[in-house]
């Protein structure tokens, strides 16, 4: 068999990565590896469909395969239209009925790094407060104690300074989950979104009480919160972007 033949009989089994780095090996190669039958080999396995078409559905199965084998990268996000400094976040925590914290916090002061810890937090918790993921904190002044057995509850709303609207992060939910391991007690709800954004749904916001150890056991001295959206934002500028799609009234 002469050189071109062993090559149209191996090409059709490489993978795409492979059968590119032959392309390189000198010009012939590169004549017989563009042969657009070897790359609808790869589309036919990828994509078995594409292959029962007596024509490719781009210019070319090479086309196709180079532009959809892999994951597209994250596309830079183009700078939010929002910044902390227009924004106020009005909290509210109960226990029971009573009302334990109540305050207007500017944005600014909500960004993550605006304060430290208080010295005698457990190491896990530290380890958390201090991981590149995207959260906002607040310290509790002053600090105060919750019984355990109470159920505590938490409401959050943001304003815009810029528009005079309000919109709603979390309503009155309960922190119905303590995470002994990290010292946080958790509730969540789901963000409304406004409908400009149809097929956005699904996404929970999360504000933690961060907390140490009392001399009661059956009591935990908060002495911050934390507010972060996971997943969906990990980041300053895709928090802003996300808040900035709420249903603002």
């Not at 896990?124 to 993921?133: E, G, I, M, N, T």
Request: overall charge neutral; hydrophobic content about 40%; aromatic content about 12%.
């Amino acid at each position: 068999m002469s050189c071109e033949e062993i090559l149209k009989a191996v090409f059709p089994h490489l993978e795409g990565r492979d059968l590119a780095t032959c392309m390189l090996v000198c010009k012939q190669w590169l004549e017989i590896a563009q042969d657009d039958y070897f790359w609808k080999c790869l589309c036919a396995k990828r994509w078995p469909s594409i292959s029962k078409q007596p024509s490719p559905p781009t210019l070319s199965y090479q086309k196709l395969f180079k532009t959809f084998y892999k994951r597209q990268q994250t596309r830079t996000l183009l700078p939010p239209r929002l910044s902390f400094n227009d924004l106020e976040f009005y909290i509210d925590i109960w226990t029971e009925e009573k009302l334990m914290f109540s305050e207007v916090v500017p944005g600014p002061v909500l960004k993550k790094g605006t304060w430290t810890p208080p010295t005698g937090i457990c190491d896990v918790l530290r380890f958390h407060l201090a991981s590149p993921d995207y959260k906002m904190t607040l310290p509790m002044q002053p600090r105060f104690n919750i019984p355990l057995g109470q159920t505590v509850s938490v409401s959050v709303l943001v304003g815009r300074k810029d528009s005079k609207k309000v919109a709603c992060i979390i309503n009155k939910s309960v922190f119905d989950y303590i995470d002994r391991s990290t010292y946080r007690a958790l509730a969540f709800d789901y963000l409304d979104f406004s409908p400009a954004h149809p097929f956005v749904s699904g996404i929970r916001a999360w504000i933690s009480l961060l907390f140490m150890d009392h001399g009661n056991e059956g009591v935990i001295d908060v002495f911050g919160i934390e507010l972060d959206f996971c997943d969906a934002a990990n980041s300053e500028d895709q928090v802003l972007w996300l808040l900035d799609m709420l249903d603002w009234k």
